[in-house]
Each structure stands twice: as C-alpha cells, then as structure tokens.
C-alpha cells in the first residue's frame, strides 16, 4: 500500500515549503569563492562540498509541495491528483476530476472549493454528484452564513476520517453523533480529541470496555492531561464518522439538520456498496438509538449480504447509558473475531507505543 498523505500534513507543508523555497535561493546566491590558485585535492573537495549542499537543499525542497491559497480549477487538480491505487475506483465509477471541476458552474466551484481541496479522492469518486444535490449546497450556502462565528473542527480537518481511512480500507464503522464544539477538541473523527486534551467521559468508557475485552489494552496515562486521539485507529480501518461534520463552538448540535445527516447517510451507502462490491465486508458499531436508527436505513442492503457485515448495537457509552450494557458488550473482541472468521487483518486497539491490542 502507497503512503498516505494526511490532511493536516497537506495544509502544514504550506509554511515549511516556503522556507525551504528561500533556503534554496540562498544556496544558489552564495557561490564558493576561492582566493587562490587551490591545488587539484583542495579543488576537488570545494566540488564535493558544494555539490553536497546544492543535493541537501534539493532534496529537502522536494519533500514538500506549496499549497496556493487561491486555485483555480487546473491547479486544483495538480493538487489532488488521484494516486495508481485509486485511478481503477475512479473508473469504477466513471469519475475524472478535471472534466467534474470542468462542469461545475463558478458559484458551485466556489461552494465546493472545501470538497474539491480536502476529501479523499477514493470518496470524492463515488460522492461527487452527492455534493451538487440542492439538499448539498443548500448546506453549503448555511456553512458560508456561519463564517463570522467561531467552527468545529477547523475547515481543513472537516473531512481528515476520509484521509485517515480511504474508501477500501473500511475493517470497521464505529458511528458518533456530533463533533466536540469546545477548543482544542474535535478533528474530524467521531469519539477522538486533539492532544494534549483528556478523553471526553465516553471515550474514558470506550477504553474501559477495551481493557475488559482485552486485559492486555494500556489505558492511555491521561491524568495529566492528552491520550483522546483516536487518529491511529482510524489509520487502521476503523472509520469513525459523526452524522453532522461540524458544530458551532459552545453549541452542541448546532448544526444539525442543515443536511449533513443526509450526507453522511450517503457515505455509509456508499460505504456499505462497495465492499459488498468487493465482496469483502466490514463491521458497523451502533452505539445508542441515534446510530441504530441510522443503521436501520441499510437493513435492506445488509440483508442481502449476512455474512459480509457484522453489526454490533449496544448502548450508548455516555456516562448516562454506559452502565446499561456497555461494558459488557464485548463489541471490540467480537469485531476481530469476526475480521479473523472471515480472513480479515484485525485491528490493533492499542495506542500506547509498543501495545499492541489485537
């Protein structure tokens, strides 16, 4: 499997690609200068001294592309070029990026500049025509209404759960309902906070669960503060999406049914399509009756396929339900038997270094 490039790696490079730009320069500006006639040794090695630097600055300059701020539609796909391993799923579903932007009107390409530079080409593929419904833009045009206030999580992290867990590598679906609205919190993954913030009281039930299915699970130290991102599972398969992708800070559902509901609904159809595609299932963890209602939706589709999906309701981990059921549940061990059942890699839950949770 290629290397995946994270969201929140693609808008960081910005700054350090413009450093290493002027480091570049520098190095070009600031010939070796020899004062006398160098003998052949001392010449040879003023060669392979300035050789070396000329390669050093190179090298450094090529690990980091610069993002414009502003792109036009050209730029745009330079940007976000489909890598090999997705170009076959592109033509699955008939999908070519520049003849999309092509037919999209301006406003619809200044509504969707967020979709166009941040959702994963292997979801942008199956959803593009999802992001020009009215229901979609009608959203967009509320997003755009809310530009004065303070969001969450920030824009360039709204869609990072496409870029931690691409479309193939789904192994689990764990269903959360809205993002964290206080700072410093949510990024983008259901359940998961930014460092050095501690675990939200559900996620503290999450790892309690974990270490009772599986003794060997290290709790994350917390105490003193940190141990709630959740980003290393994410890059393990298990997608961990929120039915509304933003909330305003302070606010909690804030930003409901404004038609994130409806997308995110799409993105599990779609989620569900393609591996049944692949005849290669997954497992969907429904916690509490917001999710279970979701997944009702798709009992038609996953009807069809039993033995290609295991879903695993329980309640909810909250503080306020966690004691009815979901400690017991055993969702996590009963998730890699069934990954291991049908010759399926199983997930690590572990996140601490060197715990390794299978």
């Not at 520098?26 to 006398?36: C, D, I, L, M």
């Amino acid at each position: 499997m290629s290397k995946r490039v994270l969201i929140t790696d693609f808008f960081n490079n910005q700054g350090a690609a413009k450093n290493l730009k002027k480091k570049k320069v520098t190095a070009k500006s600031e010939p070796v200068v020899v004062k006398k006639s160098p003998s052949s040794k001392e010449n040879t090695d003023v060669k392979k001294e300035t050789t070396k630097e000329k390669a050093k600055v190179e090298i450094e300059t090529e690990k980091v592309e610069p993002v414009k701020e502003e792109v036009g539609v050209e730029e745009v796909v330079e940007q976000a070029k489909p890598t090999s391993n997705y170009s076959d799923l592109c033509k699955q579903y008939n999908f070519n990026k520049l003849d999309w932007l092509k037919s999209l009107t301006p406003e619809q390409r200044e509504l969707l500049q967020l979709e166009i530079n941040t959702l994963h080409i292997s979801w942008l593929a199956p959803l593009h025509k999802e992001l020009t419904k009215p229901y979609f833009l009608k959203l967009k045009q509320f997003l755009k209404s809310q530009s004065g206030k303070t969001i969450f999580p920030p824009a360039n992290q709204i869609y990072s759960w496409s870029h931690y867990t691409p479309l193939p590598d789904i192994k689990c679906l764990i269903l959360g309902q809205d993002p964290y609205h206080n700072f410093n919190q949510a990024h983008g993954l259901a359940f998961s906070v930014l460092e050095p913030t501690r675990p939200p009281p559900s996620l503290v039930n999450i790892y309690k669960t974990l270490a009772i299915d599986f003794p060997q699970f290290k709790t994350p130290d917390y105490k003193a503060g940190g141990g709630g991102n959740l980003s290393q599972w994410a890059k393990r398969g298990v997608l961990l999406l929120n039915a509304c992708l933003s909330v305003e800070a302070h606010k909690a559902n804030s930003h409901a049914n404004q038609g994130w509901e409806m997308f995110t609904e799409q993105v599990i159809k779609v989620a569900i399509d393609h591996h049944i595609k692949q005849n290669q299932g997954f497992v969907i963890m429904a916690w509490g009756s917001p999710a279970q209602k979701r997944v009702i939706k798709y009992n038609q589709q996953l009807s069809r396929h039993p033995d290609e999906f295991l879903v695993l309701k329980t309640v909810h981990p909250s503080p306020l339900s966690a004691h009815r059921g979901f400690f017991d549940s055993k969702v996590f061990k009963n998730c890699n038997e069934w990954l291991d059942k049908h010759n399926l890699q199983r997930i690590d839950w572990g996140l601490v270094e060197g715990n390794i949770v299978v």
